[in-house]
Every structure is written in structure tokens, then in C-alpha cells.
């Protein structure tokens, strides 16, 4: 007995060693020294390869703009999607709009000679859209986003990166549901409600950096099933700010992706986007004042789509 608990024990900790192993993020940094990798020639080497660029902002000149300095000799906030890749994957996962368009950040830390961008791993998204990590289809979408930062990066590496992944503080997705009338035209509901979410982005200091109309594209892709299929980009500057000061790779997660849909055949809208305890999780942090101001955005965003849905 006493030499299978033995066993059992060797098992288990083996298992949690593996298990410690996996990240949600990942950084491929590039020496950088002759100053030819620019934010223009990473978003150039995505149009390439078939992406859509939804916005690579130059978040610097916020931070120095509104707090009078910045902690990072660059630093941008990139969003982008592949339209084949996400009309291919929403027939199986709806969830696929956590993370579509998708963000990455672009940053050189203060003095460094290097240039880095974070993106998540396929468990991350796996973590939080609920796709299986094996799935081919999301598998063959994050080797891709590999592929092309070592193109525009020929001399980079991925970072060591071993958070200590944390227990989560609450639900890492927030779903919201809204009951559409079928006797009142969609688009005009549609259009009444995102004036009423965006209004309430405005009114809380959350800036909408980017929107795609999906289903349109899902359309040209032979992709019928959804009647309203949008994605917004959401950013609130204090909150990156704050964050980004020890985590600059919190750009994996930001801009937060809310996307909403209603499919065909049906009345009810969702609603979903990434809760910031995947911040917290997956990046081991222990700023007090940081997870503050996330938790607080948290609950800002939560009010505007409870009224919004009410």
C-alpha cells in the first residue's frame, strides 16, 4: 500500500509540474539594435499573411498625453484578425469572439535594445473560450500568428515565461443576454442598443478602439448562421497604464474583445467578453493598486450591459 501512495504521489507531482508549466502568454522578443523592427513592419508582415489589422495604436501618446509620462520606449496595443481562420472556427465555437479580433503589445521596455510582442497561447485561448487546446483548427491559428513573428522577427526568441498561474477570483467570461422583439426590425434594434452600450463606454472613460461586423464577412465566407455577429475593442487608459507598468505583456489581453450575437432562428442576443481575472490568472499579479483599478473597470462595464439588457 504504502508503495502505491509513493507512486501516486510521484504521479501527482509530476502532473501539477506540468500543469505549472503551461502559460496563457507568451513574448517573442528580438534583439533590436539597428532599430528596423518597427510596429509598422510587424503589422506589415500580418497583412501578409492574410490578417486584417484592426488597429495598432501608439499608446504612448496617450500615457504622456494624460500622465504626463510613460514607462516603455514603445508601446502599442495591436489588434488584428484572419477571417478565414475565425469563419472556420465559429461554425464550431461561437466563443471564437473573446478573442476576434484578437490583441497583442508591441513594447520595448525603457533602455532595451529589444523588441517584444505578447500574444496568448493556445491554452490561453483555450482557457477561456472553452475550445479544446488539441482542436486543429485553433492549433493551425495560433502556429500561424507563431509563423509570422518569427518572419517579421528573424532573430527572436520566446521569453521565459513562468507565472505562477493563480487561482481564479471570479468567472473568466461575462455573458449578458438581451430578448430581441421579432416583431421590431433587427438592424434597428441592433443599432438602438450599441448606442446605448456606447454611450455608457463614453459616460465611463472606456474608449472603443475598434468594430467589426462579422457576420459579413462570415457571409463571404459561405457562413450563414448568424443574423448579427459584431465585435468591439474596448480599451480604458488608466487601466493599461497601471498594469502595463510591471506586465507590458497585458496586451494579450487588451484591448478586450466584446462580442455579440444573435444566430438565425432565434430572438436573444449574447453577449460576452473576457473578465479581467484572466489578468489576474494568468499573470501572477500582485499589484494591489493595479488589480484595483482592473476590478473596478470590471464592475464599470458589468453595470453599463446590465442596464443596457435590462
Known amino acids: 500500500m504504502t508503495k502505491i501512495i509513493k507512486g501516486l504521489l510521484i504521479i501527482a507531482i509530476f502532473v501539477t509540474g506540468l500543469m505549472a508549466k503551461t502559460q496563457d502568454i507568451q513574448i517573442w522578443t528580438s534583439t533590436n539594435i539597428d532599430g528596423k523592427i ?23 501618446v496617450a500615457f504622456k498625453a494624460k500622465f504626463k509620462g510613460t514607462r516603455h520606449d514603445l508601446y502599442h496595443l495591436f489588434t488584428t484578425h484572419r477571417s478565414a481562420n475565425v469563419a472556420v472556427l465559429v461554425k464550431k465555437y461561437p466563443t471564437i469572439g473573446l478573442f476576434s479580433p484578437m490583441s497583442m503589445s508591441f513594447f520595448s521596455r525603457i533602455g532595451s535594445k529589444n523588441f517584444s510582442v505578447s500574444s496568448l497561447t493556445a491554452a490561453g485561448w483555450s482557457k477561456v473560450t472553452g475550445i479544446p487546446v488539441d482542436d ?4 493551425a491559428y495560433t502556429q ?10 528573424l532573430k527572436g526568441t520566446f521569453e521565459k515565461v513562468s507565472y505562477n498561474i493563480n487561482t481564479q477570483q471570479g468567472a473568466l467570461v461575462t455573458t449578458y443576454k438581451f430578448e430581441m422583439d421579432p416583431e421590431i426590425d433587427i438592424l434597428d434594434q441592433k ?7 456606447e454611450a455608457g463606454f463614453d459616460a465611463n472613460a472606456f474608449v472603443v478602439a475598434g468594430f467589426v461586423e462579422f457576420a459579413a464577412e462570415f457571409e463571404s465566407a459561405g457562413n450563414s448562421d448568424y443574423d448579427i455577429y459584431d465585435a468591439y475593442s474596448i480599451c480604458k487608459l488608466s487601466v493599461i497604464y497601471a498594469v502595463s507598468e510591471k506586465r507590458p505583456e497585458a496586451g494579450a489581453y487588451a484591448p478586450c474583445t466584446l462580442y455579440m450575437y444573435k444566430a438565425k432562428g432565434t430572438n436573444t442576443l449574447t453577449m460576452s467578453f473576457p473578465s479581467v481575472y484572466n489578468w ?11 488589480i484595483r483599478i482592473l476590478k473596478n473597470a470590471q464592475k464599470d ?5 446590465a442596464e443596457a439588457t435590462e
Do not use: R, Y
Open 301 to 305: 462595464f458589468e453595470a453599463i450591459l
Open 144 to 153: 500561424l500568428i507563431k509563423d509570422v513573428l518569427k518572419k517579421a522577427m
Open 38 to 60: 518597427t510596429a509598422k513592419s510587424v503589422e506589415k508582415a500580418f497583412e501578409e499573411a492574410g490578417f486584417i489589422i484592426d488597429g495598432n495604436n501608439d499608446m504612448n
Open 136 to 139: 486543429k483548427d485553433l492549433l
Open 191 to 197: 443599432e438602438d442598443f450599441q448606442a446605448e452600450i
Open 280 to 290: 489576474i490568472s494568468s499573470m501572477d499579479m500582485d499589484d494591489e493598486n493595479a
